[in-house]
């Protein structure tokens, strides 16, 4: 088998600003693993929050073993002292590549339903001039999710509320103290948003945040920071209202079902989010869209297909019944310096779809996740 890790540097168009952080620049690491004519891709989103970075997770990656690419659950054991965004790299890898050699994509391997997602948008902290500006130009979306950071920040989330006819979603990252959060949901709940994220510090969870899912029920409060793995989501039950599954922190598609299984058994919404992931990425997340209830993280939020009815009726109480809308759709990359499409590295040819269904999936993630991102730098090592 040959082993490919490439390291990419791809830039937003405006700085993607959250409570803890601000960048326009993420780097990006990409696996791939090529054997008997047949090449499966993986991405690795590195975040320091974490303790992550692109070159260890190039280098780690750069020593993974493949004994047996077919037996995923054993090659992913093996190979378990990986950085999680690492792992889910590889197991994206490893996914890709079997079902090519199947014929069938992923989400038939998975024994799943077709994905069906449509694109919502998150705004990211910015100037109230420019929150406003942007909640216009996106009046198209049915949900626009508000990242906030501080008290300031709520007069953008009621100004934009005043001017858009979109659900309202907050992402606060940890932004408040567990007394400070309990008036912040108010106001929030007071504003007319339907759905509240991770507003106290994970350190905090799960106290904190059942008294803020008790002050706003039935408005749901999903965990994100709390909830990084299957292991943390039981003692989030009856705390919170769901859990923020994203691949890069939970360790892929694997990591992804068993949290989504755990979530489900405790009876607990499930999110589907990301990090700011290429196409590549969210490729993978997409294979099991159709069986969570909300698809939210970076820019774009949503509700799934298999939880449309019960989410609707935890937002304000209201029957809300339509199309899943997908979070994780980040297309609009340039080109590469070598001419490959930015919209990434053959994603469009990766994932077992026919021709047909992928231009129908990968079209549903054209309105960008984070705006449009730009490739500056790329780096290969063929193992």
Known sequence: MEIGVERLTVRTKRPFA???SSSETFKRVVLTLEEGGFVGRGEAAPTSYYGQDATDTADALGRIRVRDPWDIEGTLDENGSLPPTALAALDSALHDLAAKRLGVPVYRLLGLARPEPASAYTLAIADPETILREAKELASFPVLKIKV????DLEKVRAVSETSDADLWVDANEAFSPD??????????????????????????PEALRRVTETV???????????????????????????????????????????????RAHGMLVMLGCMVETSLGIAAAAQVETVIDVVADGLVAAVGPAGRREIGRAIA?????????????????EPLEDGRSGDFLGAQKT?????????????????????????????KDTI
């Not at 949901?185 to 948003?193: I, P």
């Not at 992928?358 to 991102?373: N, P, T």
Request: hydrophobic share 45%.
């Open 180 to 205: 400070e959060a309990i008036e912040v949901a108010r106001e929030l709940k007071a504003a007319g948003v339907r759905l509240i994220e991770q507003p106290v510090p994970a350190a905090a969870a």
């Open 317 to 333: 109480g209201e029957e809300k019944v339509g199309g899943a809308f997908f979070d994780c759709g980040v297309g609009g990359l």
């Open 18 to 20: 959250i409570a803890r």
């Open 217 to 263: 029920s039935p408005l749901p409060v999903i965990a994100d920071e709390s909830a990084v793995v299957a292991r943390d989501v039981p003692a989030l039950a009856g705390s919170a209202s769901g859990v923020n599954v994203k691949l890069a922190k939970c360790g892929g598609i694997r990591g992804a079902l068993r949290m989504i299984h755990t979530a």
């Open 351 to 379: 994932w077992g779809c026919n021709d047909q269904e992928r231009s129908e999936i990968l079209d549903s993630f054209r309105f960008v996740k984070y705006a449009h991102f730009q490739a500056l730098k790329s780096e």
């Open 149 to 152: 950071g501080s008290e300031e």
